[in-house]
């Protein structure tokens, strides 16, 4: 069993930046890929970024890239999401997840990923 808890939301105007925690506890991530995702009010969940712990290769969804980074610390267990430039459609719930390393398919999937945790909310206002 892998835990994971998220941390960072809140309130920013528009143009700013947060930084989303998510500790991750119980199993060794180092297995593991750490992904992100969110979840607009009446939208599907979709995905943002995930970071391969062991390798620390990043993909980014095309809505993100060049803003948001995911950087990880061995130390800490803990996966970060720091999001620049933010825009009200970035509101949503965001989600950290953990999926098994090595498996078939793409990681930008959420039914790739086991565990996942409880959510934090970030709202962008104009």
């Known amino acids: 069993q892998v835990q994971l808890v998220e941390s960072g939301g809140g309130l920013v105007q528009a143009g700013g930046s947060l930084r989303l925690s998510c500790a991750a506890s119980g199993r060794t991530v180092s297995n593991y890929v750490l992904g992100w995702f969110r979840q607009a009010p009446g939208k599907e969940r979709e995905f943002v970024g995930f970071?391969?712990?062991?390798?620390?290769?990043?993909y980014y969804a095309d809505s993100v890239k060049g803003r948001f980074a995911i950087s990880r610390d061995n130390a800490k267990n803990t996966v970060y999401l720091q999001m620049n430039s933010l825009k009200p459609e970035d509101t949503a719930v965001y989600y950290c997840?953990?999926?098994?390393?090595?498996?078939?398919?793409?990681?930008?999937?959420?039914?790739?990923?086991?565990?996942w945790g409880q959510g934090t909310q970030v709202t962008v206002s104009s």
């Open positions: 997840a953990a999926g098994i390393s090595g498996m078939s398919g793409s990681y930008t999937s959420r039914y790739r990923y086991n565990y």
């Open positions: 970071i391969n712990w062991s390798s620390g290769r990043t």
